[in-house]
């Protein structure tokens, strides 16, 4: 499965961006998809996850009530809607893929990742 993620870029404070993560594969071996975040200087750190059964999602404390992670009409798209957007939210931004078997909020979780997008919020 490889992952394509996109939509980063520049806003400022406040702002609001959509970031897009495409599979290239049928991810029917996967329970979900999940996005983390790597700010510099930082350990990657994740976001959100939401499961393909059900639409089950979790948000980080930092991110809840500001952002919201949906699905596509197929198991091969994921999106991450972000509001009210703060400088402390930049960062690098990957998409992975939910292979099962551990806490879905821990990177222990995910074996496949996209390349990440830059995200940029200015004060």
């Known amino acids: 499965v490889q992952l394509q993620a996109s939509g980063g870029g520049l806003v400022q404070a406040g702002g609001s961006l959509r970031l897009s993560c495409a599979a290239s594969?049928?991810?029917?071996?996967?329970?979900?998809m999940g996005w983390f975040r790597q700010a510099p200087g930082k350990e990657r750190e994740f976001v959100a996850t939401i499961r393909w059964s059900g639409g089950t999602t979790a948000y980080a404390n930092s991110v809840k009530g500001r952002f919201t992670i949906s699905r596509g009409n197929t198991k091969n798209t994921v999106y991450l809607q972000m509001n009210s957007l703060k400088p402390e939210d930049t960062a690098v931004y990957y998409c992975?893929?939910?292979?099962?078997?551990?806490?879905?909020?821990?990177?222990?979780?995910?074996?496949?990742w996209g390349q990440g997008t830059q995200v940029t919020v200015s004060s």
């Open positions: 992975a893929a939910d292979v099962g078997g551990w806490d879905a909020t821990t990177q222990n979780a995910y074996e496949y």
């Open positions: 594969a049928r991810t029917s071996s996967t329970y979900g």
